[in-house]
């Protein structure tokens, strides 16, 4: 059985311009979170879906963070602008409706120049 | 959900059991004790979890107290790809499930 995959695992941009992270969960996994660690940080929770809707978001950091989930699969995070203090790592991580454990992927590695 | 306190850093000699320590003096009834590791650069790994009685399997043991204030993450023969961040985490298991990482205590595995 396949992990959580994220895409890309590396990414470089220019500060103003637009990245697109995506997270496809573990098959089955209807719940989905978004946490991030920025440079010298603790790992921050961002978000939750139950298969598409947003269960928690409080802790998006602002409206330049826009994360999806369309038909309750892979989810999309988007950072428009971007800004230098998004650079860190962004981790997606699910969890079976019956189950207790959250399992994350490997991360993608964002930095803004 | 509870705060942990974990020491910020231990070192352990290869094939000794490393015991790392978590506080949770807080800790409500209903909250478990989770523990995950980040080797390097990857993604948080789960080690186990438990709420009362002490839990082992495959990559650990984990002994909480009676009074659910502390508990321990034993790795009964360290190696050195055991060399991680470990993180000790209650949280209840209902609702979101939100998962609060703390700092968590760097583990030094020596050979």
């Known amino acids: 059985e396949a992990g959580v995959t994220q895409f890309p695992s590396h990414s470089v941009i220019e500060k103003g311009q637009t990245v697109t992270l995506r997270c496809d969960p573990i098959?089955?996994?209807?719940?989905l979170y978004w946490y991030r660690r920025v440079m010298g940080k603790e790992i921050k929770f961002l978000l939750h879906?139950?298969?598409?809707?947003?269960?928690?978001e409080s802790g998006m950091p602002n409206n330049r963070f826009l994360a999806e989930r369309t038909g309750g699969t892979y989810s999309t995070l988007k950072v428009q602008p971007a800004e230098l203090e998004d650079s860190g790592v962004y981790f997606c991580?699910?969890?079976?409706?019956?189950?207790?454990?959250?399992?994350f992927g490997e991360g993608s590695w964002l930095t803004v120049v | 959900d509870a705060k942990t306190t974990q020491p910020p850093s231990m070192d352990c000699a290869e094939g000794r059991a490393a015991n790392l320590p978590c506080n949770h003096s807080?800790?409500?009834?209903?909250?478990?004790v989770y523990w995950y590791r980040q080797i390097h650069s990857q993604g948080p790994q789960y080690i186990i979890h438990?709420?009362?009685n002490n839990e082992t399997n495959e990559m650990a043991s984990l002994i909480i107290t009676e009074d659910r204030k502390s508990s321990t993450l034993i790795l009964p023969h360290a190696t050195l790809r055991d060399t991680a961040v470990y993180y000790c985490?209650?949280?209840?298991?209902?609702?979101?499930?939100?998962?609060?990482f703390g700092a968590g205590t760097r583990l030094f595995v020596k050979a």
């Open positions: 991580a699910s969890r079976g409706t019956l189950g207790n454990t959250i399992y």
């Open positions: 098959s089955g996994h209807d719940n």
């Open positions: 879906f139950v298969k598409e809707s947003k269960q928690d």
């Open positions: 807080t800790i409500s009834g209903n909250e478990y």
């Open positions: 438990g709420l009362k």
């Open positions: 985490i209650v949280r209840v298991n209902t609702g979101g499930f939100k998962t609060i």
